[in-house]
């Protein structure tokens, strides 16, 4: 499951922006050129599931910050994702229904004099493919008219929710085998408009979990998951890398994890031999590391390098998180550049099963991305960020083909 | 007796993971140092310039290895490569492997360890690609690079000269140096 498509108007930087997402993406820019506030629409759009939108508003900085502030809070902004979902399906009665497509959809307008936000109109709109279980194909197709694709459209509007079919035949198969689905017709009247259907408790809309609260969003520090940090209960990495010592303790009591994080990290760090975490003052963890220097002895965190640190939070990241969407802010930093090559290899290995976004400024991960991966984000004449895919740009293919290397043309300036 | 460095050029990093692992157990006796260069996504002119730089220096020495991939045979992939280079790279240091990297990997599983590692059973490598190996990864593994990293544990050089023509053809080449 992955962002194939973003859409934004009047949201921080951009005025307008319209593009589509690989597996594996690779966003670099000039500095204060929008690489930032590209990621603040995913971490928007998490904060708007995870929490309330009154919180994500406090968390994005108030309207006036969520809003480009040459256009001002007026109009408010817009947000849609268009969701690729090819490997979810469930039954219903005889069909095997799968997801194809869903498109989320958000208005958000001014409320009050408080900074926030309501939403104005909000609408999820799923492309699905229906295949029948049973080999006795055309007798279950009686049953549906032969419909085998459909679309299902479930619209907040000015405080009201509605469904609506294509084709309408639709209704009535879903009405008589799904449902929950028409639980949000209990809604139809009237909803709040500082509440999403996205989180509300009636959206049993498929897939059952939330997309965006499973975007990961990362900006590790080394110093600060040096530092011991309180054992919690269930926990996910956080997006500074704070509680790395936590996440680790819970990885290495699994076998197999075990063997998986020591693997890969020792791809990329060859003598690191094992890692997890030791108890500090009893109720803290910290971070351990036995190195096949110094006759195998543990290293507490305050002894590694931050270059060790930053690439085990990238493994964590990647590969033991269990999000749909990685974004990766600087992965390089810390990383000696022979090591940067691996580091990109990795998160291509891991886009394999979910979507990777990183930024950057290195050369080096510039070069290994490959240029069908890069996004170039810049300003344009009025300092609205766009983004642009150099691959596309006519005067980058002609320095490629004339042997330039890509990390080159990017030192200069020259991908856009 | 003076200091041998041996240069190897691969691709990109599974190449390199499989030279530390594979090869520089073997031939770390016979060498003082041995080191790796990846030479993917990098400018021609600039593998050329470290093999001008290698040809120059004393007791040193450099294997260029290349995936066969398309190629119809071994003697096209070469000449290829020479040509591209301008003549500069040497034909006796090109290694091809047949068919991917991942072929090599594959055959050092003999049959208790693929069994261990969840693969199931096959012949010679000779034509085995990248999809290959992704199709025959057991879903338990959701890293490409964590199962290439296990085979390695596993990997017998003996069983991979029987499964692999390039691999056992550039082994008996290196056991002659």
Not at chain 1, 228 to 257: Q, R, S
Request: aromatic share 10%.
């Amino acid at each position: 499951m992955a962002i194939k498509r973003i859409q934004v108007e009047n949201f921080k930087s951009f005025k307008e922006l319209d593009l589509e997402l690989g597996n594996f993406n690779v966003i670099v820019g000039a500095n204060a050129a929008g690489k930032s506030n590209f990621s603040q629409i995913f971490k928007f759009l998490k904060n708007i599931e995870e929490y309330d939108l009154r919180d994500a508003t406090s968390m994005g900085g108030g309207i006036e910050s969520l809003c480009n502030i040459g256009i001002g809070t007026e109009k408010g902004f817009r947000i849609n994702a268009i969701l690729g979902e090819e490997k979810f399906s469930f039954q219903i009665k005889d069909f095997q229904l799968r997801i194809t497509e869903s498109n989320w959809s958000f208005d958000f307008k001014p409320k009050g004099p408080q900074s926030d936000l309501k939403v104005e109109n909000e609408r999820l709109k799923q492309t699905f493919n229906l295949k029948p279980l049973e080999e006795d194909q055309e007798k279950l197709f009686d049953k549906l008219d032969s419909i085998e694709k459909g679309n299902m459209e479930v619209s907040s509007e000015k405080g009201g929710l509605s469904v609506i079919f294509d084709p309408p035949e639709l209704e009535k198969f879903f009405e008589e085998n799904f449902p929950p689905l028409f639980m949000t017709k209990v809604f139809e009247k009237e909803m709040p408009d500082d509440i999403l259907f996205l989180r509300s408790p009636f959206s049993l809309m498929p897939p059952w979990e939330g997309f965006f609260k499973k975007i990961g969003i990362y900006d590790i520090d080394p110093n600060l998951a040096k530092n011991p940090v309180k054992i919690t209960g269930k926990a996910e990495l956080k997006e500074n890398g704070e509680n790395l010592a936590v996440i680790l303790d819970k990885i290495v009591e699994g076998e197999d994890n075990k063997r998986k994080l020591c693997n890969l990290v020792h791809d990329l760090l060859p003598f690191v031999e094992n890692i997890g975490a030791m108890k500090f003052a009893e109720k803290s963890l910290m971070i351990k590391l036995k190195e096949s220097y110094y006759g195998g002895k543990d290293l507490r965190a305050d002894l590694l390098s931050d270059g060790t640190i930053n690439i085990t939070a990238i493994v964590v990241a990647l590969f033991f998180e269990g999000k749909n969407v990685i974004f990766l802010e600087e992965p390089e930093r810390n990383i000696h550049p022979h090591l940067i090559s691996k580091v990109v290899d990795m998160a291509k290995d891991a886009s394999r099963n979910k979507q990777i976004i990183l930024t950057t400024h290195s050369p080096e991960v510039v070069r290994n991305a490959g240029i069908e991966n890069l996004l170039l984000v810049s300003r344009d004449g009025n300092g609205f960020s766009t983004i642009t895919r150099p691959k596309d740009n006519e005067e980058v293919k002609i320095f490629l083909k004339n042997d330039l290397g890509l990390d080159e043309i990017y030192v200069q300036n020259l991908l856009g | 007796m003076s200091y041998r460095k041996l240069y190897f050029f691969v691709e990109g990093s599974d190449d390199t993971r499989f030279v530390e692992n594979v090869l520089k157990p073997i031939l770390s006796s016979r060498f003082d140092h041995l080191a790796v260069v990846e030479y993917a996504q990098r400018p021609l002119k600039i593998i050329k310039s470290f093999l001008v730089s290698i040809n120059s220096m004393q007791d040193s020495g450099y294997y260029y290895m290349r995936d066969i991939n398309s190629s119809p045979c071994v003697t096209s992939k070469r000449d290829d490569i020479v040509s591209s280079f301008g003549n500069r790279i040497d034909e006796n240091r090109i290694v091809i492997v047949i068919k991917e990297i991942e072929g090599w990997y594959l055959a050092g599983l003999d049959e208790t360890a693929a069994k261990e590692l969840g693969v199931k059973q096959f012949g010679t490598t000779d034509s085995m690609t990248k999809e290959n190996l992704e199709h025959m990864m057991p879903t338990r593994f959701d890293s490409r690079k964590d199962f290439m990293i296990e085979i390695l544990k596993r990997f017998d050089i003996d069983v991979a000269k029987q499964k692999n023509n390039s691999f056992n053809y550039f082994m008996n080449e290196l056991e002659a140096i």
